[in-house]
């Protein structure tokens, strides 16, 4: 494939639109070769639409998508180098596991000898040997769901496109086929491309990742900029547990910028974003980086504090949540590795401190 | 269905009753079949069997011509409805308007026969007289004559007719297919004929073919359409009731009578046994999903 674009995917102001209703605004982005890239958001946000339109199940309303700088707006699922996994396994339940994985190469009309080898081969590297000829209802979720990697993978295309393809798994399950998932695209190297709304999943297996949310691509990057450093304040907000506090800019010294909460202040560094004093904005911090204190601790220089009420503990085996609230009334979560001991010595009501290091604090201008 | 607290003679009472309404239903067929192989008829004292009638119908020339026309009917409109019926099906899973679309679909049953039959012959009456006027106009003989009543405008009330019924039975059927798997095929480069054919039509075809048995039945059975749209040609049907309207019941009716029975039970019988055969296939799918042979 040393011939082919370096970017997989370009979609250019691509639109789709049913009637009234849009399901994906203008979008543009750039998927690399070789890339595990997922788009990430909640249900009916239109990352499905953005997939099916890469795909060719159905047509755009507006704009362009170029597979490895081809041009195939126009075309077919069956004219584009991409092959999908369904999230409902999609197995043709009158083809028996062969078949199934062979359908696409008798399609291309290729020598019997050779269907039967790259699908015993592809059988072998899905773990699937042995299990050839049996029908599809005989094998439980998991082995279907590896089925269909199977017939799409066969295919040898540049891109795999997989729409929620863990779903319909139990969560066992569902796991150890994110950690398999992975661990075939980089064996195979080709670009996958995964929809799914579940973050874990995403965070387990992407390279990169997008965020879709009403039609609009909110925020894309390394899956490890996005839950680290994310720009928007719905990223903030949807990846990871993160707890938010708005409020006007009142002050800007250099690259810090406070805001007011109306019972206090936060400080955050801006990011190089573009800001002025008046403006609305918001403050994100991950709820294990927020630490919970004593009322009458005096804390640390490089901390900033604001004083809530300890409401609630919530041990949750490899964690402990504390639920707080703030005095306006909006609760914040901390987290912690659970430690083996059971409460924290807070009790219901009282007075704390919940404080984070300046550092810890991710500016958000939108 | 049963439950664990039902009462085994409330049980035993439901079955009698239900057959006894099956054998009130078929009771005067299988005795218009029983008298058909009656050497002395109807109301004879005396019962001695003969396929005589049988010989008698399957000889008189103008009778075995209406059953060649029936059976070209009933082909043309196996060959016409059954398209239509599976494109109409297919759309009406992809429409967004489905109550308006099935109204349409259904409109013809709500129709009484008659009325349907002579709204089309006074149709057709007036098409045949546009062309008649249109042929002259541009002086083309072929068009005057063309679209007169015939085979044609017979086969036209036959599809209107039949249409409903093949578009519910596709449409049940349909039902159970889900379209990603549609998808997966052009995911795999099968083009739309090659994804319909080879993956689509292997899960419908059991309806597929429970509508043309529809179909053919309908058309052994559909007397009053055809005889006004026909043409110069009888029907099965016409000729066993204008047979029965002018000269009463004879031998041969009641074997004609039987022909007719038995080839609609034969049919039905034949979709019945599939269809039994084909359930108790799929419950066995259902028990392996549900008892998967392996984990993991």
């Known amino acids: 494939m040393a011939q082919l674009s370096d970017v997989a995917v370009e979609v250019t102001d691509l639109a789709k639109s049913y009637g009234f209703v849009v399901a994906l605004k203008s979008v543009n982005f750039r998927i690399e070769s070789g890339r595990y890239f997922v788009l990430l958001g909640p249900s009916g946000g239109g990352k499905t639409t953005l997939l099916r339109l890469i795909g060719g199940f159905i047509r755009p309303t507006r704009g362009r998508v170029l597979l490895h700088g081809r041009d195939v707006s126009d075309l077919p699922p069956n004219k584009r180098p991409t092959s999908m996994v369904f999230q409902s396994f999609a197995l043709f339940p009158h083809m028996t596991v062969a078949k199934n994985v062979g359908y696409g190469l008798r399609i291309r009309k290729l020598p019997v000898s050779e269907v039967l080898e790259r699908v015993g081969d592809m059988l072998e590297m899905v773990g699937l040997t042995g299990l050839g000829d049996r029908m599809p209802h005989e094998l439980s979720g998991g082995q279907q769901q590896r089925v269909q990697l199977a017939r799409s993978l066969v295919l040898e295309t540049d891109i795999l496109l997989l729409d929620e393809p863990l779903a319909a798994l139990d969560a066992k399950l569902h796991k150890s086929m994110c950690i398999e998932l992975k661990r075939l695209q980089e064996k195979v190297g080709i670009t996958f491309i995964h929809v799914t709304h579940n973050q874990e999943e995403a965070m387990t297996v992407a390279d990169d990742m997008a965020i879709i949310a009403s039609g609009e691509l909110v925020e894309a990057g390394k899956a490890i900029d996005l839950y680290e450093n994310p720009v928007r304040r719905f990223t903030a907000d949807f990846i990871g547990e993160n707890n938010i506090f708005d409020g006007p800019v009142t002050k800007i010294d250099g690259a810090e910028v406070t805001i007011d909460l109306g019972y206090g202040t936060a400080t955050a560094n801006s990011r190089g974003q573009s800001v002025q004093v008046g403006d609305e904005a918001s403050i994100s911090v991950r709820s294990e980086r927020l630490r919970m204190f004593d009322a009458d601790d005096r804390g640390k220089e490089s901390f900033q504090y604001l004083s809530a009420t300890h409401m609630e503990t919530v041990y949750l085996g490899l964690t402990t949540s504390e639920l707080v609230m703030l005095p306006d009334g909006k609760e914040v979560m901390v987290r912690r590795l659970s430690d083996g001991v059971e409460g924290t010595g807070f009790t219901r009501g009282e007075e704390v401190r919940v404080g984070w290091q300046k550092a810890d604090g991710r500016f958000h201008t939108s | 269905m049963r439950d664990d607290y039902s009462s085994e003679l409330g049980h035993k009472l439901k079955w009698a009753y239900l057959l006894s309404i099956v054998f009130a239903l078929l ?3 299988f005795y218009v079949i029983y008298i058909s192989f009656n050497e002395y008829g109807f109301g ?40 239509m019926g599976l494109m109409s099906a297919k759309l009406y899973k992809r429409t967004r308007h489905k109550v308006g679309f099935v109204t349409l679909m259904l409109s013809p049953l709500f129709v009484p026969a008659d009325i349907l039959a002579s709204s089309l012959l006074v149709f057709f009456k007036h098409l045949s007289g546009a062309f008649e006027w249109l042929g002259g106009a541009l002086g083309q003989g072929w068009l005057q004559t063309w679209f007169e009543l015939g085979f044609l405008t017979a086969l036209i009330g036959q599809i209107i007719y039949t249409l409903p019924y093949a578009f519910v039975v596709i449409l049940i059927t349909m039902s159970r297919y889900h379209p990603q798997q549609t998808e997966a095929a052009r995911g795999c480069g099968a083009n739309a004929w090659q994804a319909f054919w080879q993956v689509e039509f292997p899960q419908i075809k059991a309806g597929v073919f429970s509508a043309c048995a529809f179909v053919v039945i309908l058309s052994f059975n559909e007397a009053t359409r055809t005889a006004l749209l026909k043409g ?28 007719m029975s038995i080839v609609s039970m034969t049919v039905i019988g034949s979709l019945i046994i599939y269809t039994l055969i084909r359930s108790e296939r799929l419950e066995r799918v259902a028990r392996a999903k549900a008892e998967p042979l392996m984990s993991g």
């Open chain 2, 27 to 29: 009771a005067p067929v």
């Open chain 2, 44 to 83: 004879a004292r005396i019962y001695e069997f003969t396929t005589d009638w049988y010989r008698v119908v399957l000889g008189d020339t103008m009778l075995v011509a209406s059953l060649e026309w029936t059976i070209y009917l009933a082909v043309g409109a196996v060959a016409t409805t059954i398209p």
């Open chain 2, 232 to 259: 110069g040609f009888d029907t099965f049907s016409n000729v066993l009731v204008s047979q029965m309207l002018n000269v009463g019941m004879s031998e041969e009716s009641y074997a004609m009578g039987g022909i």
